[in-house]
């Protein structure tokens, strides 16, 4: 086992050398930019916090009846993604709730039942649970329960998720494995600030409750130059960002642009040519991109921060398994977080890193 | 080397002892002092407005928020250095709460808490070295590192809780424990004033009345919620009301001696069966909520100043003890020197002491292995973990 360590890269084993060393924490990745659709008109540079912030502009400024509200998002948001927004569209329609995570999406849900267009923000992710009552109950099952008669389809729940380096047990989780199981809404996580954009623009408009996931971690080191009018990505659609012929590598929000670096590692150091998907929605999520792609390479790798046993990365493998299996030359594969609650220390050991996947990238070829 | 006249009057107050005869006839050992005003809800009655305070009392109150004040500032000034990571929320101002309901509860009283719990962890006993090092997630640490900030325990303190208003059922749980069996013991439930506008503070304040819990709830309001003021979360900022059907007291928490007596009048409406009681503090933080928030954004830097200067539980105390001539200046200054060497030492060890163990990435997760199942390993881990053991 040491030795396997030591031929696949620096990563520090022993509690001595890792006292020695300052290591940088967090997800390791460098942001790959991408350009947005020349028809798409005119752009301006934004990171993914003023992707969001744009994505609300348009929002509030096209439709009356939307109105923005969440922990502390009058002044701007502890991410920022709500700067300027009270004070270009009134406190009427941006304004803050008191620290009542339940009440907060209840009372979203309500609104949305009487027909406006209502984006509820929660401070982190980890805070969510408070409301899943409401979300598991309420919003998943009004159509289906009222025969479509009522539905809370005009709510889309914004949340910051994920590693950010430091953020330890409380501001680290990705919850979307909790949230993939309930029929009746849908979740999306964006990679980026276009994405970002067209994905949030697609949540308000779609016609089902959504929750929209952003990775905390991307708010300022993803910047990109995103369209300033509203346009909307497909919900439910997965995309493959790099085509290849002998491993899929599936990843969503941060982690996919540590699966860039691992497919860019595997080339160089192993000679094998991965293909990446970025899943974009985790419910409905898109089966048919996934087994077309699993079934022209026979590898698959999943990978997410979420612990391993019942994460979304075992849908998939499940899911893959059973579509793919005459074409599959090794196992389904996943990499994610442990099954322990995010930690306070160590966190360069419990995240998927570019050396985990890697060494899972040997195991399927090896098979 | 002859003895300077200062230091031979320390000699002789180190040789005190007790409590009774002494060589300066200008200290006393003991004194009246008084309590500032309280309010109340649903009582007759309400704590003393005067209370006795012995010296040696005085010097251990004095001692306490000046190990937290100093506490607080190291830890803030370990983060600016990065030694500390994360979030770390800063007691700085709220001293008189912790340590004048300490004076009252012994450690057989349970205590729960939320983040900004650094100031109570060193009350329930847990030395400065073991908070610091807790921070700078060390193995010394009082959660070996696993927990840091807002996740600090020791004996009959169940932390340090990120989620707030989740500790608030948890507290009257606790209560419902001591009254099963017998005990005479409280639990102090300690929230803040973001926080008493989660559901489920409302649903404990139900379930302790209605099976007369021995839960003493106690609202922190330094009247901001991270940086919104109260008025605009509560429709009703008389924290010491919500609790309706629950008889409350509001508290000037930035007096130790009214902290005190406070406390002890609760302790005692609860010992005597009569059910839970709401305390609200009213205190105040100096710094931000937690070390990204300058806390300048919502509040004023003058206001901050005025509490500071006009209101520092600290110097207010220090002022009360020498016109009262309860503690002498010179042992007051040799206290705060003794102090900054306990804090400067636990630095020192937070920085430089030992890392966890690898394995801490995975214990204790469960109790142990399920039974069936004698070859368990953590679901996840792979080789680069394994190995580094």
Known sequence: CRSLAARLGPVCLDAASFSRRRLSFGPQFVYTPESADKSLGETSRMNLFQAVTSALDNTLANDPSAVVFGEDVAFGGVFRCTVGLKDKYGKDRVFNTPLSEQGIVGFAIGHAVAGATTVAEIQFGDYIFPAFDQIANEASKYRYRSGNHFNCGSLTVRAPIGAVGHGALYHSQSPEGFFAHLPGIKVVIPRGPIQAKGLLLACINDPDPCFYFEPKILYRSAVEDVPVNGYVLPIG??????????????????????????????????????????MRTILPFDEETVYASVCKTGRCLIAHEAPLTGGFGAELAASVQEHCFLNLEAPVRRVAGHDTPFPHIFENFYLPHQRRCLAAIKDLIGY | MPLSSSAIRANLLLLRGGGGLFVSSRLASSAVLSTRPYKLHKLESGPASEAQVTSDEARKYYRDMATVRRM?????????????????????????????????????????????????????????????????????????????????????????????????????????????????????????????????????????????????????????????????????????TRGDYIPGLWVDAMDVITVREATRFAKDWCLSGKGPILLEMETYRYHGHSMSDPGTSYRTREEVQSMRQMRDPIASFRQTLLTAELVAEEELKE???SVRKEVDEAVQAAKTNAVPDPKELYTNVYSQPPSGQPNYRIRGIDQFTWSAN
């Open chain 1, 237 to 278: 659609k997965a995309e493959v960002l790099i085509e290849g012929s002998d491993v899929t590598l599936i990843g969503y929000g941060t982690q996919v642009h540590v699966l860039r670096e691992v497919a860019r590692l595997a080339q160089s150091e192993l000679g094998v040519s991965c293909e990446l998907i970025d």
């Open chain 2, 72 to 240: 607080e500032t190291a830890a803030g000034n370990l983060y600016k250095e990065k030694a500390i990571r994360g979030f770390c929320h800063l007691y700085s101002g709220q001293e008189a709460c912790c340590v004048g309901m300490e004076a009252v509860l012994d450690r057989n009283d349970p205590v729960i808490t939320a983040y900004r719990a650094h100031g109570w962890t060193y009350t329930r006993g847990v030395p400065v070295k073991a908070v610091l090092s807790e921070l700078t997630g060390r193995a010394s640490g009082c959660a070996k590192g696993k927990g840091g900030s807002m996740h600090m325990y020791n004996h009959n303190f169940y932390g340090g809780n990120g989620i707030v208003g989740a500790q608030v059922p948890l507290g009257a749980g606790i209560a419902f424990a001591q009254k099963y069996r017998e005990d005479k013991r409280v639990c102090v439930t300690l929230y803040g004033d973001g926080a008493a506008n989660q559901g489920q503070v409302f649903e404990a304040f139900n379930m302790a009345k209605l099976w007369d819990l021995p839960c003493i709830f106690v609202c922190e309001n330094n009247k901001y919620g991270m940086g919104t003021a109260v008025e605009r979360a509560a429709a009703s900022t008389a924290y010491y």
């Open chain 2, 335 to 337: 206290i705060d020197q």
